[in-house]
Each structure stands twice: as structure tokens, then as C-alpha cells.
């Protein structure tokens, strides 16, 4: 969140997190904050309002038609099926997670 995120974020800008360890942890919060972007967490178990969800559903069927045989060709995969993932489609994603204004 600190070296990744935040130096990316402008103020005003929201930020939706799910209740992972690291997300809740005071440093990431401080980080976020500092960029005078706004900080919101999800309710703990609502995979319903988190279009990661979706995401990570069809990345896992495609990951089993695409079989890889070893870490490194799982992580290529991975990588090559992310990239067909277009912006209308996380859009669509959000939208379906309750996210109307995007």
C-alpha cells in the first residue's frame, strides 16, 4: 500500500479496502491519508462488494483450462490472462459490486 498505492493517489480521491491484515495496518492508513485521498473499509466477509471477487473467479477458471505445469508458467499465465482483462470489463465489475458512478 505504501510503496505501490499511495504515491499514485491525489487528493479527494477514495480508496475501498477489504479487511486483509496489511490493508488495516496503521502505516498503510497513514499513507493513504497523507495524499489527502479518503480511506473506506469494506464490511468483513462481503466478497460481494469487492470486484476483485470477479476478477479472481474468472482468472481461476481461465487458470484451469490453461493448466500451466510449474511456477514459473503459472505466473506467466497469469500475467498473459490479466492483460485480457479490458477496461470496460473492470468497469462492468465495479458497476456490479454497487460501484454506479464509474
Known amino acids: 500500500v505504501e510503496k505501490v498505492l499511495a504515491p499514485t493517489l491525489a487528493k479527494g480521491e477514495v480508496v475501498i479496502l477489504d479487511n486483509l491484515g496489511s490493508h488495516k495496518g496503521k502505516s498503510a492508513r497513514n499513507a493513504i491519508r497523507a495524499t489527502g485521498a479518503h480511506l473506506l473499509f469494506l464490511p468483513p466477509y462481503s466478497p ?5 471477487e470477479q476478477v479472481f473467479a474468472k482468472l481461476k477458471h481461465l487458470m484451469r483450462a490453461a493448466e500451466p505445469r510449474d ?19 473492470c468497469a462492468n465489475y465495479l458497476k456490479n459490486s454497487g460501484y454506479v458512478s464509474v
Open 71 to 89: 511456477v514459473e508458467a503459472t505466473w506467466r499465465k497469469v500475467g498473459e490472462l490479466l492483460d485480457l482483462f479490458s477496461a470496460q470489463e
Open 48 to 52: 460481494d462488494l469487492n470486484p476483485i
